[in-house]
């Protein structure tokens, strides 16, 4: 109880003991004061509770000139009703200004609460995806926007998803990257940017190569054939001095023939989605023809190999394009370990979650991490220096982990690279449920 609550309990009893003195009813006239001090405060009480309900008024009419404990009450609501206004200010302010700046970003931007219904869309989304506002504001998105990619990163768990390609319904000639992420309480945000420049870019880069590709395939074969013959005259001047340039020129012209094999080869892979008559696939078989045949190349010298795969785990995909990426992890692992204390270990298990894996682990030279996100790019080489065994298939084109990037795309696959300069690498290919066979393998050599 402060002063002010006793100075005006005081202001009752103090008349109404003096009264009570003098008609001889002290009693009576202090139960009458305080059930006036009472009727008062309650009187009090049910207008403060008025004007907490009232949040239109500012501040209550009925405050003392000394505030009692109900006064301070009032007070400090008073307070606490100005700092809420003004932090609602500040976040109208703030969500003003964000909505100003996503009507300006060229992605398409839509919220979405929890039961992925649309709370708000930019411009972009409005254009592209078709989205009407305010009539398609609390309507579900995937009743709004028909494309069943687009169910799937929406029933992620309140994960960010992987981006989706989809084409954009009001404008089926362009080309859309989409990708969901959770904000806020339960809220997701649907983000889609306009890839269509990239995707022109990337296939008329892709003709390119493949149109340049193809026309050198006939000048190569003439030039290949040139020097197999003046080759086949060695016997007969057996001391040329032409034989070594002969030689040197035998071997470009069978590295330049690789090399355009193998851009066409990644051209088809980035112009077809799909695998055409997908084959089961004994992976044990696969990876024992790439052991055998690593081992017998020239310079690979006494690496200890280590072998641990599940013979009875098969899959569906292209024999010939699985075989380029396991080959490929395998050699290069070769290629850069030490020839007298090189270890490689090569899996192929389930994991934890039966999942398929493909592994290969060395303790060779390994990759510093400014190169790692990079090796799989074509034609690009961490280090030009570094020793390379010579006789397979893909040394020295530069297209090697690129062309398994692609593969595994194709095969539901995902590539997972970990690696410590002077440490070792370690190389993993992760595909889906979805891509275990169970139909018996064919019996029959890939080979690339």
Request: glycine share 4%.
């Amino acid at each position: 109880m402060t002063s002010a609550d006793l100075r005006r309990l005081l202001t009752f009893l103090l008349p109404a003991t003096f009264l009570g003195l003098i008609i001889e009813e002290l009693f009576l006239t202090l139960v009458l004061a305080l059930s006036s001090y009472i009727f008062f405060f309650h009187l009090k009480l049910n207008r403060t509770l008025k004007w907490i309900k009232n949040r239109r008024e500012d501040f209550p009419t009925n405050l003392g000139v000394i505030p009692d404990a109900l006064d301070n009450v009032i007070l400090s609501v008073s307070d606490l009703r100005k700092r809420q206004r003004s932090r609602k200010k500040q976040l109208r302010t703030i969500l003003k200004e964000f909505r100003q700046a996503t009507k300006a970003l060229p992605d398409a931007v839509v919220s979405l609460d929890n039961e992925n219904t649309i709370r708000w869309a930019n411009k972009t989304a409005i254009r592209l995806l078709g989205i009407k506002i305010p009539d398609d504001v609390g309507r579900r998105i995937i009743n709004v926007v028909r494309e069943p990619l687009l169910k799937e990163i929406l029933e992620a768990d309140n994960k960010k998803t992987d981006m989706v390609r989809i084409k954009a319904p009001r404008e089926p000639n362009k080309i859309m990257n989409l990708v969901s992420a959770p904000y806020g309480k339960n809220q997701r945000l649907l983000v889609g940017r306009d890839v269509t420049a990239i995707e022109e870019a990337l296939e008329a880069r892709s003709d390119f190569v493949a149109n340049v590709s193809h026309e050198l395939r006939t000048p190569l074969t003439v030039f290949k054939g040139y020097i197999e013959n003046l080759i086949s005259l060695k016997e007969k001047e057996p001391n040329g001095k032409w034989h070594r340039p002969i030689e040197e020129m035998a071997k470009q012209a069978d590295m330049m023939s690789k090399l355009v094999e193998e851009l066409l080869l990644l051209s088809k892979l980035e112009s077809e989605d799909t695998i055409r008559n997908p084959e089961s696939i004994s992976v044990s078989e696969t990876i024992n023809q790439i052991h055998r045949r690593a081992t017998s190349l020239k310079n690979t010298g006494s690496q200890l190999f280590s072998l641990d795969t599940d013979d009875a785990l098969k899959i569906e995909g292209s024999g010939e394009e699985l075989y380029i990426v396991f080959s490929n992890i395998i050699f290069n692992a070769v290629r850069y370990t030490s020839a007298d204390s090189g270890v490689i270990q090569i899996k192929w298990q389930r994991t934890t979650d039966g999942l398929p894996m493909f592994e290969v682990k060395d303790n060779g030279i390994g990759i510093a991490q400014e190169h790692l996100l990079r090796v799989t790019e074509r034609f690009y080489r961490v280090d030009e220096s570094r020793q390379r065994i010579s006789g397979d298939e893909f040394s020295s084109t530069g297209l090697g982990l690129a062309l398994v990037k692609h593969v595994v795309e194709r095969h539901n696959g995902k590539l997972e690279m970990e690696s410590e300069l002077g440490s070792g690498s370690t190389f993993r290919v992760i595909f889906s449920k979805e891509m275990i066979s169970s139909r018996p393998a064919l019996s029959k050599k890939s080979s690339v």
